[in-house]
């Protein structure tokens, strides 16, 4: 019988962790209802995968391994399938399943045409999960990496409906939106790191190499340094005598940093702060509503219901301010409160949002009127990177500048001063 692991929380609120023992993942949802226990997240436990699958003779584990030609290969890095292969398996799998091709079958016939071997092992992983008599969505969440809880959360609608090659469409359509909100977001913050990056090591350049040539040539004079220039040069003396520390304490900042962030008081922190930064947060507002939006209305129109579209909604938000928030909304929702009063509760929505939320629920079409706003979100994040992108990039280059400029007027002081001096 397979058995589940799953999250659940108690009458007081509290977290409950285990395992159970079900015929089917409704049963085993049903055993935990009996507990008085409420269903956060519930997950067929996975087996041991078969290292050789099939193909593959380990010789270290999954690192090095002889594949199916008897050649030695190496393994690096985790090797998770990409968004582009994650689309193109799905739109092939429904395009299979839509020309009547079974489902065991189909699954064996992608597996082969996977570049990933994790993939590809997953696949044959999942085939063999539902030759054994379980779900497609039940051996899906085996594998939450590669499957998302929301990919899983459409598949088993799709499943229970009878249209999954449908519903694979939309999950298509939707992985490939959240794609390029990502890239976006991407693209909006790689190039101040980029300028940061460069700023540091021209800097490091001129306090390295530059300004002690000048210093030397400075003390064949004799003569007595500027205020400025002098503190620029010992600077530059102390920051090559202790390179080490700078960097190290660069570094160890950024490692602190990664260490803080990652405990769940920092994570609040930063996630709250982050929303309240000029431009940025008025960004990441606008892709958590518009992907927040895209979101429910590919639950609801697969036939997810709207409690657990939120708590999927609420775990891949990806900000915890925003996660506790879509949280909040499924608490109202279950006391009472209607959809749109829940959402009105916070800044995170707009007037707009709310109005056309509160439309969709009194004509029974939520899930057009969230379509709407999503597309509309989509070209108001295209608009709101190219606006952050267009102030950061005066900012970077007077602040680069400003140093730069700062550095090279110290040096030349003594110049101006002699010239000066030779004027008068």
């Known amino acids: ?12 609120g509290r977290m409950r962790t285990g395992t159970i023992e ?27 995968a078969d290292d050789s699958d099939g193909e593959e003779t380990p010789i270290l584990g999954e690192i090095i391994f002889r594949d199916a030609n008897g050649d030695i290969q190496i393994a690096l890095g985790n090797q998770n399938p990409t968004t582009k292969e994650l689309i193109v398996f799905t739109k092939q799998f429904s395009t299979m399943l839509n020309s009547g091709v079974p489902m065991i079958q189909a699954l064996g016939i992608l597996a082969k045409q996977q570049q990933s071997r994790v993939f590809r092992k997953a696949l044959r992983k999942i085939q063999s999960i539902v030759e054994n008599g379980s779900t497609l969505s039940d051996a899906l969440s085996t594998f939450p990496q590669i499957f998302d809880s929301l990919y899983v959360a459409m598949v088993e609608a799709g499943e229970a409906s009878g249209n999954l090659d449908t519903i694979l469409i939309k999950l298509v359509t939707y992985i490939e939106k959240a794609a390029k909100i990502k890239g976006q977001v991407k693209s909006a913050m ?50 090559i005598e202790n390179w080490y520390i700078y960097f190290g304490s660069l570094f160890g900042g950024i490692i602190l940093f990664n260490f803080w962030v990652k405990t769940d008081k920092g994570r609040k922190a930063f996630d709250a702060m982050i929303l309240r930064a000029p431009g940025l947060g008025i960004l990441l507002k606008k892709i958590a509503v518009g992907r927040f939006c ?33 949280l909040g909304v499924r608490s109202g929702l279950e006391k009472g409160s209607s959809f749109s009063d829940s959402l009105s509760e916070g800044n995170l929505f707009p007037e707009m949002v709310i109005s056309m939320v509160t439309v969709g629920e009194s004509t029974g079409a939520l899930d057009d009127m969230l379509t709407k706003v999503s597309e509309f979100y989509e070209e108001e994040v295209d608009l709101a990177v190219q606006t952050l992108l ?30 000066g001096g030779i004027a008068g």
């Open 22 to 48: 079900a015929r089917s993942k409704g049963d085993a949802k049903a055993q935990i209802s009996r507990r008085r226990l409420q269903v956060v997240s519930l997950r067929l436990k996975a087996g041991k």
């Open 294 to 326: 895209s979101t429910m209305s590919s639950m609801l129109t697969s036939g997810v219901n709207l409690l657990e579209a939120l708590t999927i909604c609420a775990s891949s938000a990806g900000n915890k301010t925003i996660e506790e928030f879509i």
């Open 190 to 239: 790689m190039y101040p790191v980029i300028v940061v990056v460069v700023a540091i090591g021209v800097i490091t350049g001129l306090l390295a190499f530059v300004v002690p040539t000048f210093a030397q040539q400075y003390s064949d004079t004799g003569r007595q340094l500027p205020g400025l220039t002098q503190i620029v040069i010992d600077f530059s003396n102390n920051f």
């Open 390 to 419: 267009s102030m950061i990039e005066p900012i970077m280059i007077v602040f680069i500048g400003g140093l730069v400029g700062f550095i090279v007027i110290a040096m030349y002081l003594p110049v101006f001063e002699m010239a």
């Open 1 to 12: 019988m397979p058995t589940f692991t799953y999250k659940a929380k108690d009458a007081r």
